[in-house]
């Protein structure tokens, strides 16, 4: 499973739209997440390794008290093999608005055999 069915197979159990880079639906309550990755742990000058950079971004209205939701997000995060995620609030005047970000590492098949 690739790191974006990953994500989503974590946050969906919430019920919420989760997807990657935008959301344009109508819904108030959402995720949407983007990432960056890096080659790591080389040896003969390839990488064995590649970390994922992720950040889960997660939006309610204001009126919502979202301190459960931080929590089973990160749960949910960790429980599908990301780090524990680090958290900042960029919450505006328009709506809550939380950044998780977490690590993923999966090895790396440089000979390009992969099925992802």
């Known amino acids: 499973m690739n790191v974006n069915a ?3 197979a974590a946050l969906d159990p919430f019920g919420d ?3 990657y ?5 109508a819904a108030e309550t959402y995720y949407v997440f983007n ?3 890096l080659g790591s742990d080389y ?16 939006f309610c209205p204001l009126k919502v008290d979202a301190l459960i939701r931080q929590k089973r997000t990160k749960q949910a995060l960790f429980a599908a093999g990301f780090t524990w995620p680090s958290m900042i609030d960029a919450t505006d005047t328009e ?7 977490c690590e993923y590492v999966a090895g790396v098949d440089v000979d390009g055999d992969d099925e992802d």
């Open 6 to 8: 990953l994500i989503k």
């Open 17 to 19: 739209p989760v997807e």
């Open 21 to 25: 880079g935008a959301y344009v639906g």
């Open 35 to 37: 990432g960056s990755t």
């Open 43 to 58: 040896g003969d000058d390839e990488p064995g390794h590649e970390r994922h950079l992720v950040q889960v971004h997660f």
């Open 95 to 101: 709506s809550r608005h939380y950044v998780f970000e």
